[in-house]
Nanobody
Framework: QVQLVESGGGLVHSGGSLRLSCTASAGITSIYDMGWYRQAPGQQRDMVATISSNGNTNYADSVKGRFTISKDNAKSAVYLQMNTLRPEDAAVYFC?????????????WGQGTQVTVSS
């Protein structure tokens, strides 16, 4: 069973920074594609940033240049550095681990961490 535990959320002023961390079960980040998603109240869950097992990254247009995803396979951890935060970045942020199977993908989610941005 894949376990994901997020931390690092909180309240920050507009323009500020936060760093989210996701600790995964041992070995997961070197095998699975990892990602951060966010969901605001009444909205769907959207991709923020992903990092593949071999380190390729992808970002939502709204966060390009402001957010950086990284990982440490030795610690089985994934990070999301968020700079120049805006009120519209406020949401619950979820860590995701995705295994690309031959016929289907397997998704695992953390419990989420709240990010609040005051204007």
């Amino acid at each position: 069973q894949v376990q994901l535990v997020e931390s690092g959320g909180g309240l920050v002023h507009s323009g500020g920074s936060l760093r989210l961390s996701c600790t995964a079960s041992a070995g997961i980040t070197s095998i699975y594609d990892m990602g951060w998603y966010r969901q605001a109240p009444g909205q769907q869950r959207d991709m923020v940033a992903t990092i593949s097992s071999n380190g390729n990254t992808n970002y939502a247009d709204s966060v390009k240049g402001r957010f950086t995803i990284s990982k440490d396979n030795a610690k089985s951890a994934v990070y999301l550095q968020m700079n120049t935060l805006r009120p519209e970045d406020a949401a619950v942020y979820f860590c995701n681990a995705r295994y690309l199977g031959r016929f289907m993908n397997y998704d695992y989610w953390g419990q989420g961490t709240q990010v609040t941005v005051s204007s």
